[in-house]
């Protein structure tokens, strides 16, 4: 198909056309921060209500699927693409169901870039089934490309000293890699065939990009994507094939200001950790044993000793208690 010429809105870009054609355009080497993308699906994407129970009348037309037999060499081309443009250290998340995770798993590991995570994505309200177990769940494909400082902001959402009232580490619950996400649910209003959470797409954002790094989206659909990354004041460029989806979402895209969502993230509890990565001495060991002894005996559990030990160290409370184990 002819490409025709991109929308432009602010640092953001829009293309209507072939993501393949369109990132060989308008994107040059080492360019991008940050890829999260939604392939199609390879299943006959454009008749979904056969496998979700929904009402189809408010979903955009013009869904653009990508027959199985050609999946494969659909994957290398874009995966190529993509690791093309990212910057050395950039990353790359693909969201993916498991009919065609063979061939995209085959994309990446012939591309040159490395496994990080495999996360599962775990949402409520499967697709029903009567004959087989339900399947509630997407593969989130973590991948970076070598040679550089990859971005992972470890306390973007949680302080690492942040606890919940059973007093588990709520910066380590966060960052495990099943991420139970409900969808979003639209009833009256128009949304494409598959539109990813507002919440899934924030939380990938926050943990591998910074403010005013470009962020990419081949396959643009709804949306979402560029919502998380210009919402959290991050550079942006989508690709759409699909001339009827471009039409019905590019301008509301090209409306949103950056940054307006900054102010509803939730703010981490973030204490300075003054010897955070800094090698431990054998007399600070020393040290370290001989106090948490003391507190024991002075009738402290683990758990209150351990908080003290950090303060007094200006230690992470992993970094304590691994000190504390037994060699």
């Known amino acids: 198909m002819a490409m025709v010429d991109p929308v432009r809105s602010g640092e953001s870009l829009f293309v209507n056309g072939d993501c393949v054609e369109g990132v060989r355009r308008f994107l040059s080497d080492g360019s991008v921060d940050l890829v999260v993308t939604d392939p199609p699906y390879g299943i006959d ?3 979904l209500d056969r496998h979700y129970n929904r009402d189809e009348s408010h979903v ?5 699927e990508v027959p199985g037999t050609e999946y494969a060499a659909f994957s290398r081309a874009w995966v190529a693409e993509a690791a093309r443009v990212l910057r050395p250290g950039g990353a790359l998340f693909v969201v993916s169901g498991y009919t065609h995770l063979y061939e995209i798993l085959g994309a990446l590991r012939a591309a040159p870039l490395v496994e990080v995570n495999h996360i599962v994505w775990k949402y409520p309200f499967g697709v029903w ?36 009232a059973g007093a588990g ?5 966060d960052r495990e890699d099943v991420w139970a996400i409900g969808r979003e649910y639209k009833p009256g209003r128009a949304k494409n065939r598959n539109e990813l959470p507002l919440a899934l797409l924030e939380k990938i954002v926050q943990y591998t990009s910074n403010e005013g790094d470009l962020v990419c989206d081949l396959f643009l659909g709804g949306g979402s994507t560029a919502r998380a990354a210009i ?4 550079r942006f460029a989508g690709f759409e094939v699909s001339d009827a ?8 895209l090209a409306a949103l200001v950056p940054g307006e969502r900054l ?15 800094r090698p431990w001495t054998a007399e600070e060991e020393r040290a370290l044993h001989d106090a948490y002894a003391q507190y024991r005996r002075d009738g402290l559990g683990k758990g209150e000793a351990v908080a003290l030990l950090c303060d007094e160290f200006g230690r992470g ?11």
Do not use: M, Q
């Open 45 to 47: 994407g454009g008749r």
């Open 60 to 64: 955009v037309d013009g869904y653009v």
């Open 129 to 164: 089934t009567s004959r087989k177990f339900v399947s509630s769940h997407y593969h989130v494909l973590y991948w970076a490309k070598p040679g550089g400082t990859r971005t992972f902001n470890l306390e973007a959402r949680y302080g690492l000293a942040e606890r919940s």
């Open 169 to 173: 580490s709520l910066n380590y619950r």
């Open 231 to 234: 919402g959290l004041n991050r």
């Open 245 to 252: 989806i471009f039409a019905a979402r590019v301008p509301e």
């Open 263 to 277: 102010a509803a993230l939730r703010c981490p509890v973030v204490a300075p950790v003054p010897n955070r990565g």
């Open 317 to 327: 409370r992993f970094a304590v208690e691994k000190r504390l184990k037994p060699r």
